[in-house]
C-alpha cells in the first residue's frame, strides 16, 4: 500500500522558518515526490512548490523567494524549506506523490499543519 508522509510541520513566530520533509513508499513502481499543496481554513487548496524528475523547482507567486523546494536524489525524499514565514502561510500542507508507469497515479498525504502566528 503506497503512503505518503510529510513532518515538520509545528507552530512558528512571523519571520520564523520550518523544513517540510516527504516520503512516498510502499509501491513495486517508482514513486516521485511532485510538490507540496496547503489548504487554509475556508479556502481552496493551492499549490505551493513542485519539482519535476529532473529537479527543476516551480513556486507559486506568494511563496517565491522565500521558500525552496528540493529533492534528496539517494532517497527520494522531497524537502520544502520555507523561511520568513508569515501569517497567510497558516494551513495544511500536502505532499503530492505519483507513479507514471505502467498507469499514471496521484498519491496525496494526510497533511502537516503549519500555524504562523506571534
Known amino acids: 500500500q503506497v503512503q505518503v508522509v510529510e513532518s515538520g510541520g509545528g507552530l512558528v513566530q512571523p519571520g520564523g522558518s520550518l523544513r517540510l520533509s516527504c516520503a512516498a513508499s510502499?509501491?513495486?513502481?517508482?514513486?516521485?515526490?511532485k510538490g507540496w499543496y496547503r489548504q487554509a481554513p475556508g479556502k481552496q487548496r493551492e499549490l505551493v512548490a513542485t519539482?519535476?524528475?529532473?529537479?527543476?523547482?516551480n513556486y507559486a507567486d506568494s511563496v517565491r523567494g522565500r521558500f525552496t523546494i528540493s529533492r534528496d536524489n539517494a532517497n527520494g525524499t522531497v524537502y520544502l524549506q520555507m523561511n520568513s514565514l508569515k501569517p497567510e502561510d497558516t494551513g495544511v500542507y500536502y505532499c503530492?506523490?505519483?507513479?507514471?508507469?505502467?498507469?499514471?497515479?496521484?498519491?496525496w498525504g494526510k497533511g502537516t499543519l503549519v500555524t504562523v502566528s506571534s
Open positions: 519539482i519535476t524528475k529532473s529537479d527543476t523547482p
Open positions: 510502499g509501491s513495486i513502481f517508482k514513486l516521485y515526490v
Open positions: 503530492n506523490a505519483a507513479r507514471w508507469a505502467p498507469t499514471a497515479i496521484d498519491y
